[in-house]
């Protein structure tokens, strides 16, 4: 009777785990070319940049059904430089993305390091997410649509897709002893897609910038005395209290033509607190930009697309110790091309010129700046030529 009973027991424990469907797939990008900087802090520049047009990166995603269309998920992500070997985002093994979370019929929730809402919504219509790579983010990058940086110790919900219509919410738990407050993160998103239209808003809010948001791309501990980003955009202003993201976007497809903007008030609130970063030039009050994009992308045929856009970015005025800084303005303009080999590999060319006026964030005459550069120009305009082979897998 015992032997008859473990018997049955065993039966069903093997019934169990055959109805329970589990995968996990191996995934990523190879991204490398050739990159022509006319002004790279006065020089030219020839080099191999990776990374580009995609993030070279290499994951692991996996799904386990749990029965009654519940699942538990998991996606690691690991950055990488093909043209070295060596780890991307400050040495992170997984510093692209990891997290773990259950999914069911009325949405997913995640844990771990991972993308704030305006990366997921947003970004998306921005050009640089498309065809023109990262080095035709706005500005430095400041407003993250181009996921320069990612949120760790996160909580993220998302809802399912609702006749066209979602939303997520995420909150980062700042970790500090006493003070629940410092170094939180949270942020919202919603898109609506239907037929040729896409629309899309975003926001984000960082307590202690510098340090939670901007600083933790790196295996080591950031630092208050250090600003954590080298571009004279926003560099200055990381003494801010608070970094505030405010985004929108919208897309309309007519036929081949897809014409595309997107919108961001950025905000560097509470300037002065040094407990988050540098505060070299005696900034206090707020630190205001804002940045618009209009973008055309063209399907000339299913293997080539050409893609052009402008991006406006304005700095507003802030207090220094010794008088006013008026703020600075970026003038961008991109044009590209991305030609498919095969559904995998392609080809692209991209061209970037910014122009850049009146006072950035150092306290300085402002110089041009175009995102992911070793070096900003020695002065005020700086162009990039970039060739390129990607491959998927």
Same mark, same amino acid.
Request: glycine letters at 14%; a positive charge; charged letters at 15%.
């Given at each position: 009777?015992?032997?008859?009973?473990?018997?049955? %027991?065993?039966?069903?424990?093997?019934?169990? &785990?055959?109805?329970?469907?589990?995968?996990?797939? &191996?995934?990523?990008?190879?991204?490398?070319?050739?990159?022509?900087?006319?002004?790279?802090?006065?020089?030219?520049?020839?080099?191999?940049?990776?990374?580009?047009?995609?993030?070279?990166?290499?994951?692991?995603?996996?799904?386990?059904?749990?029965?009654?269309?519940?699942?538990?998920?998991?996606?690691?992500?690991?950055?990488?430089?093909?043209?070295? /070997?060596?780890?991307?985002?400050?040495? &992170?093994?997984?510093?692209?993305? +990891?997290?773990?979370?259950?999914?069911?019929?009325?949405?997913?929730?995640?844990?771990?390091? =991972?993308?704030?809402?305006?990366?997921?919504?947003?970004?998306?219509?921005?050009?640089?997410? =498309?065809?023109?790579?990262?080095?035709? %983010?706005?500005?430095?990058?400041?407003?993250?649509?181009?996921?320069?940086?990612?949120? !760790?110790?996160?909580?993220?919900?998302?809802?399912? @897709?609702?006749?066209?219509?979602?939303?997520?919410g995420m909150y980062s738990l700042g970790g500090v002893a006493g003070?629940? @407050?410092?170094?939180?993160?949270?942020?919202?998103? +919603?898109?609506?897609?239907?037929?040729?239209?896409?629309?899309?808003?975003?926001?984000?809010?960082?307590?202690?910038? !510098?340090?939670s948001f901007f600083g933790n791309a790196t295996s080591g501990t950031?630092?208050?005395?250090?600003?954590?980003?080298?571009?004279?955009? #926003?560099?200055?202003?990381?003494?801010?209290?608070?970094? =505030?993201?405010?985004?929108?976007?919208?897309?309309?497809?007519?036929?081949?033509?897809?014409?595309?903007?997107?919108?961001?008030?950025?905000?560097?609130? /509470?300037?002065?607190?040094?407990?988050?970063?540098?505060?070299?030039?005696?900034?206090?009050?707020?630190?205001?930009?804002?940045?618009?994009?209009?973008?055309?992308?063209?399907?000339? @045929?299913?293997? &080539?697309?050409?893609?052009?856009?402008?991006?406006?970015?304005?700095?507003?005025?802030?207090?220094? +110790?010794?008088?006013? !800084?008026? /703020?600075? @303005?970026?003038?961008?303009?991109?044009?590209?091309?991305?030609? #498919?080999?095969?559904?995998?590999?392609?080809?692209?060319?991209? *061209?970037?010129?910014?122009?850049?006026? *009146?006072?950035?964030?150092?306290?300085?005459?402002?110089?041009?700046?175009?995102?992911?550069?070793?070096?900003?120009?020695?002065?005020?305009? =700086?162009?990039?030529?970039?060739?390129?082979l990607r491959h998927k897998f």
């Amino acid at each position: 009777m015992r032997r008859k009973i473990v018997l049955g %027991a065993a039966c069903m424990t093997l019934s169990g &785990l055959t109805h329970a469907q589990s995968s996990v797939t &191996l995934y990523g990008v190879v991204d490398e070319g050739l990159t022509f900087n006319t002004n790279a802090n006065g020089s030219r520049l020839y080099a191999m940049q990776s990374g580009i047009l995609s993030g070279s990166r290499w994951g692991l995603k996996g799904v386990e059904d749990l029965g009654g269309g519940l699942k538990a998920i998991f996606t690691l992500e690991n950055g990488f430089d093909p043209g070295t /070997g060596k780890l991307g985002q400050g040495g &992170l093994e997984f510093g692209r993305q +990891a997290f773990a979370g259950l999914s069911s019929p009325w949405g997913t929730v995640t844990l771990g390091r =991972q993308y704030d809402l305006n990366v997921d919504f947003v970004g998306p219509l921005e050009a640089a997410s =498309q065809w023109a790579g990262n080095i035709g %983010a706005h500005p430095g990058d400041l407003d993250n649509l181009n996921n320069a940086y990612r949120t !760790n110790n996160a909580i993220k919900l998302k809802s399912v @897709t609702y006749g066209g219509f979602s939303f997520s919410g995420m909150y980062s738990l700042g970790g500090v002893a006493g003070d629940t @407050t410092r170094n939180q993160l949270w942020s919202l998103g +919603a898109g609506y897609a239907s037929g040729p239209l896409t629309l899309a808003v975003g926001y984000i809010n960082a307590r202690n910038p !510098n340090l939670s948001f901007f600083g933790n791309a790196t295996s080591g501990t950031p630092s208050a005395t250090t600003a954590n980003t080298a571009y004279p955009v #926003f560099s200055g202003f990381l003494s801010a209290h608070t970094y =505030q993201v405010i985004s929108a976007g919208a897309a309309y497809n007519i036929g081949a033509l897809t014409v595309g903007g997107t919108y961001s008030n950025i905000a560097f609130k /509470g300037l002065g607190d040094t407990s988050s970063g540098p505060n070299p030039s005696g900034y206090r009050g707020n630190a205001i930009f804002n940045s618009a994009e209009l973008s055309l992308k063209y399907q000339v @045929t299913p293997t &080539l697309l050409l893609g052009a856009a402008y991006i406006y970015t304005d700095g507003g005025s802030v207090s220094t +110790a010794t008088g006013k !800084n008026e /703020g600075a @303005t970026y003038h961008q303009g991109e044009v590209g091309v991305d030609y #498919f080999l095969s559904k995998r590999t392609d080809v692209s060319l991209i *061209g970037v010129y910014q122009k850049a006026s *009146g006072t950035d964030s150092r306290n300085r005459d402002a110089i041009a700046s175009i995102n992911n550069q070793s070096s900003p120009s020695s002065n005020d305009h =700086q162009a990039l030529v970039r060739v390129g082979l990607r491959h998927k897998f």
